[in-house]
C-alpha cells in the first residue's frame, strides 16, 4: 500500500529557531499534502495544506515546501515558540480517493 | 471548521465483549472516517464511508465494522473486543471539495480488559 515516510521522530529545539519536518510519498499521483497539529491530549487540527500546482505555500511562521520530483515536502516553523511543541502530521492524499494516507509524526519540543 | 462530536470519551470493555463507538457531525459533510491512533503507527484508516448507507473497509478492517445510518451519524462497533484494540479513537469528517481535508473529533479512549 502507500506509505509516507516522516522524519525525524523527534526534534528538539531552542526558542527562537527553525524547525524542519520532512516527508516522502510513494504516489506521484498524490496532489494534495495536509499537515495536522496534535496537543497533547487533543484531536489533530489543520494546521496548513498544500496541493501539487503550488511549490511553497506560507501562512505566517509556517512554510510548506512541495518537491513533486522528489515525491517530497516539508514543514519549516520560523522562531519557534514553547507553544509550538506538539505532535506534528503530514499526509498524502490517494489518488482518485477522498483518503489521506498519514506520516507515523514527529514530536517538536521546543525549549524557552 | 467542521464540528464533529465522538461518544463516549473514554470507555473501558472487557474482552470478548461488544463496544459501539459513535460519531456526529454537523457540518454536512458526505465523508467520514475511523481512525485509530498508536505510539509509532500515527493515524492509521479503519473504516470511511463516502455517505450514509454506505461502508469501506480502510487499512486495517479487521476486527471492526462500521454503520452510517444518515448524513450526520458514522458508528464503529467492536463485536468481540480484544486487548490489542486499546487505542484512541478518532472520527474525522471532510468533502472532495476541501481537499480531502479532514475535520477530527475529539476522540475516544478505549481500554480493553
Known amino acids: 500500500g502507500e506509505q509516507v515516510e516522516q522524519l525525524p521522530s523527534i526534534l528538539r529545539v531552542q526558542e527562537r529557531s527553525s524547525a524542519s519536518i520532512n516527508c516522502t510519498y510513494e504516489n506521484s499521483a498524490s496532489n494534495y499534502f495536509p499537515w495536522y497539529k496534535q496537543e497533547p491530549g487533543e484531536n489533530p487540527k489543520l494546521i496548513i495544506d498544500?496541493?501539487?500546482?503550488?511549490e511553497r505555500k506560507q501562512i505566517q511562521g509556517l512554510i510548506v515546501l512541495l518537491d513533486k520530483k522528489a515525491k517530497r515536502f516539508s514543514l519549516h516553523i520560523t522562531d519557534t515558540q514553547p507553544a509550538d511543541s506538539a505532535m506534528y502530521f503530514c499526509?498524502?492524499?490517494?489518488?482518485?480517493?477522498?483518503?489521506?494516507?498519514f506520516g507515523t509524526g514527529t514530536r517538536l519540543q521546543v525549549s524557552p | 471548521e467542521a464540528a464533529v462530536t465522538q461518544s463516549p470519551r473514554n470507555k473501558v470493555a472487557v474482552t470478548g465483549g461488544k463496544v459501539t463507538l459513535s460519531c456526529n457531525q454537523t457540518?454536512?459533510?458526505?465523508?467520514m472516517y475511523w481512525y485509530r491512533q498508536d505510539t509509532g503507527h500515527g493515524l492509521r484508516l479503519i473504516h470511511y464511508?463516502?455517505?450514509?448507507?454506505?461502508?469501506e473497509k480502510g487499512d486495517i478492517p479487521d476486527g471492526y465494522k462500521a454503520s452510517r445510518p444518515s448524513q450526520e451519524n458514522f458508528s464503529l462497533i467492536l463485536e468481540l473486543a480484544t486487548p490489542s484494540q486499546t487505542s484512541v479513537y478518532f472520527c474525522a469528517s471532510g468533502d472532495r471539495l476541501g481537499g480531502p481535508t479532514q475535520y477530527f473529533g475529539p476522540g475516544t479512549r478505549l481500554l480493553v480488559l
Open positions: 499526509a498524502a492524499s490517494r489518488p482518485n480517493t477522498d483518503k489521506v494516507v
Open positions: 464511508s463516502y455517505g450514509a448507507g454506505s461502508t
Open positions: 457540518n454536512n459533510h458526505n465523508n
Open positions: 498544500i496541493r501539487s500546482n503550488m
